[in-house]
């Protein structure tokens, strides 16, 4: 009998033990799910959606206009379809999501005149304004985004318009000038209307893409001969002026910076130079970690590792040139954590930031 109570509690402490193990590995997950916005497919709160929520507790969504490869409609019809969407989509999580979109103005704007919305003048137009026209229009698009319940916009971009035969950032209007001054200007009018209407901004792309002679969606962008080193000073300005809570990190390769990783990858750029010498305090996120600049290069596995190492704190996967789903991602880097190739403070630190800076439910 007492044998037989023995064996009893051990099944029982086993089975304790493995429970305690299994809520341990899914309470990680969902740290590392915080850290990560995602694209899908749909115009309706999709049961998968759900149970990325669910589950590990998804830190967030990038809408898209349309399909990058089949120009189908994606994420966004109409006004009121959109509404709806980011509605459904923040009533369903127990926390403040990140809902999140690219609408610059100009070329590069999800919400437009074609899915029922208003035109946005590009940066280069804009820059041809007073100050009061400018604020003018940013004002009606940070209305339009607080009213569809978007509230972090991958904009305003920051780089200088130094290379004219740039067709990734000059050429599509989406930079505002190459005098830094003018850039930090009009970059100000448009983070302070978002700050008026509770919509976060992201300044991009660091350290700078507007020399730049090719397109980091397309391939391998090497900035080394073209960069200069006044195209920081728009991120120096913002972030002294206490203007900035998050800064986008760019797919591209500079060899006086970092010889051997472009900036998404490079913790010389992101920690030694944004953190430390530019004293950032928000929050680093990717470019998209689909882009062909660094697929081309590095596996999903590398590409995680080097990214979260380097000190991005939030990991941007829009799924529109590649799909990867949520579920591989994060078993992905909780196996890099479980190897000791991440370090688990790197994620506890960013949902750290993440808490302070935007996480109070709406």
């Not at 380097?310 to 990991?315: D, T």
């Not at 799909?323 to 994060?330: A, C, M, P």
Request: aromatic share 8%; net charge positive; charged share 30%.
């Amino acid at each position: 009998m007492v044998q037989l109570f023995k064996t009893i509690t051990l099944i029982l402490l086993l089975i304790s033990c493995l429970n305690a193990n299994e809520l341990k590995e899914q309470e990680i997950k969902k740290l590392i799910g915080r850290s990560i916005i995602i694209g899908f497919d749909g115009l309706t709160l999709t049961s998968n959606l759900k149970k990325n929520i669910d589950k590990y507790n998804l830190g967030g969504v990038i809408l898209f206009n349309k399909d990058y490869k089949t120009k189908n409609i994606k994420n966004i019809k109409n006004p009121q379809q959109l509404k709806k969407l980011t509605f459904d989509i923040q009533s369903y999580s127990k926390y403040k999501m990140l809902i999140s979109i690219d609408q610059e103005g100009g070329k590069v704007s999800r919400l437009n005149p074609k899915n029922g919305f208003s035109r946005i003048p590009s940066a280069k137009d804009i820059s041809t304004k007073n100050i009061h026209e400018a604020k003018k229009e940013y004002k009606k698009l940070a209305r339009n985004l607080k009213q569809e319940g978007i509230n972090l916009n991958f904009a305003p971009v920051v780089d200088l318009a130094i290379n004219p035969n740039n067709r990734v950032i000059v050429q599509l209007e989406r930079s505002y000038s190459k005098n830094p001054t003018e850039v930090v200007k009009y970059a100000s009018v448009f983070i302070e209307e978002q700050n008026r209407y509770g919509i976060k901004s992201v300044i991009k792309h660091f350290p700078g893409h507007g020399s730049s002679n090719t397109d980091s969606h397309k391939g391998f962008v090497d900035i080394t001969n073209t960069w200069d080193e006044k195209e920081l000073i728009p991120y120096k300005q913002l972030i002294k002026d206490n203007k900035v809570d998050f800064i986008m990190t760019a797919h591209v390769f500079n060899k006086k910076l970092d010889n051997k990783y472009p900036a998404t990858l490079s913790s010389k750029i992101n920690t030694n130079l944004l953190r430390k010498k530019l004293k950032f305090k928000g929050i680093i996120i990717s470019d998209d970690l689909q882009m062909k600049a660094i697929t081309k290069h590095y596996s999903l596995r590398e590409r995680l590792k080097l990214a979260i190492n380097s000190g991005v704190n939030i990991l941007l996967f829009g799924n529109q040139l590649e799909k990867n789903d949520l579920k591989t991602i994060i078993d992905t880097i909780y196996d890099l954590i479980e190897k000791k190739e991440i370090n688990l403070s790197k994620i506890i630190e960013s949902n750290k930031l993440i808490k302070n800076i935007i996480d109070k439910k709406q």
